[in-house]
């Protein structure tokens, strides 16, 4: 048997909860170069043939030699699962010259479903591994391959994650998970216009179930948005996904506008969409985030003639037929999310 109580204790748990850790694995590492005796214990993450992420325990002086984008390149071609020593990798490289490397070496590569491969290199400066030793680095192959496709899946999800609060952020929205007692569970990451952190970091501070949703409205809705008249729009009630099947996802979600979008850059993007002139694009702004003719006159400082003719020429640039087409046309746009 090659792994020991002592193995399955101190590397097999440091494995599985190395996703934890910043840099991740960093206790396995440590262990896995105690337990084996190595001067280095390396572990290198990549995909199609490049190393993405290197993380070490020992100095690396202790070793010379490096493990770049070339040592990617060659370990991406080893069998999954098989343990391969220092003088193969040599062999598969014969342009790296011999001089940099530590007299001896092991190395074993994992791979995960969507080809994000996973490499454990084990030195040392001076004596041999045992095969013994071999035996251990074999034996956790296949918690490593577990691992592995564990936090690629929670990197994805991650990256899913940013995307869609960033996607929010830039459209002023912000979303409140509520219990069944009123009160605030979770809630996306505060972004809030500049001026309006402290308000909204003081409506949710606290324990969770210290906030209310009422509390929450009107905090929120008591600070009035930029270039708004009134507050923030009001909130829209959703029903969460029932798609956990460990965490119980809030009973209600809160969505609400908690400040303006950004003028100048919604403007921008419609003035390259489709030609308008700066003064065009503030008044297809103001029309599409629902003001008549008159409040939008009115707010860029312009007589209600004006703001006419400009809105018969934004009517034709754009191609629609009103401001009711003129909202859809839009908000279907990615000037909306600027």
């Known amino acids: 048997m090659a792994l020991t109580r002592s193995d399955e204790d101190e590397l097999l748990t440091a494995i599985h909860e190395g996703h934890r850790e910043t840099p991740p694995w960093s206790t396995f590492l440590a262990r896995l170069r105690r337990r084996l005796r190595a001067d280095r214990a390396i572990l290198l993450t990549g995909a199609n043939g490049q190393a993405v992420h290197v993380w070490q325990a020992g100095r690396p002086e202790e070793v010379p030699g490096a493990i770049g984008s070339r ?22 490289d014969p342009r790296h010259p011999p001089d940099p490397y530590p007299s001896d070496g092991m190395f074993l590569r994992v791979c995960e479903p969507g080809g994000v491969f996973l ?5 040392r400066r001076r ?11 074999t034996a956790i192959a296949p918690h490593l391959m577990i691992a592995l496709g564990n936090f690629v899946l929670l990197d994805r999800e991650r990256l899913r994650a940013a995307i869609g609060e960033r996607i929010l952020e830039q459209a002023g929205l912000r979303w409140f998970g ?15 216009a500049p001026g309006r952190e402290e308000d ?4 949710c501070s606290g324990a969770p179930n210290s906030v209310r949703l009422d509390s929450v409205l009107h905090a929120i809705r008591g600070v ?29 979600l809160a969505v609400m506008r908690t400040h303006s979008r950004g003028g100048q850059r919604r403007a921008a993007l419609l003035i390259e969409m489709f030609g308008l002139t700066e003064s065009e694009a503030k008044l297809a702004i ?19 003639e004006t703001a006419r003719n400009y809105s018969k020429r934004v009517y034709a640039k754009t ?3 009103g401001q009711v087409d003129l909202v859809r046309r839009v908000i279907e746009s990615v000037a909306w999310l600027a």
């Open 71 to 92: 040592d990617a390149e060659i370990l991406a071609g080893l069998r999954i699962g098989r343990r391969y020593s220092l003088a193969e990798l040599r062999e598969r």
């Open 178 to 192: 509520i219990d069944a007692a009123g009160a605030v569970e979770m809630s996306s990451p505060a972004r809030a």
């Open 119 to 123: 490499c454990t290199f084990l030195l």
């Open 224 to 252: 009035p948005a930029a270039g708004s008249p009134g507050g923030s729009d009001a909130a829209v009630l959703l029903s969460p996904p029932r798609q956990t099947a460990l965490v119980t996802p809030p009973e209600r």
């Open 200 to 203: 909204e970091d003081r409506a």
């Open 127 to 137: 004596g041999a591994f045992s095969s013994a030793d071999g035996a251990v680095l």
């Open 286 to 304: 103001a029309l599409a985030d629902g003001r008549t003719i008159a409040e939008a006159a009115a707010g860029l400082g312009l007589t209600i």
């Open 319 to 321: 191609n629609t037929r």
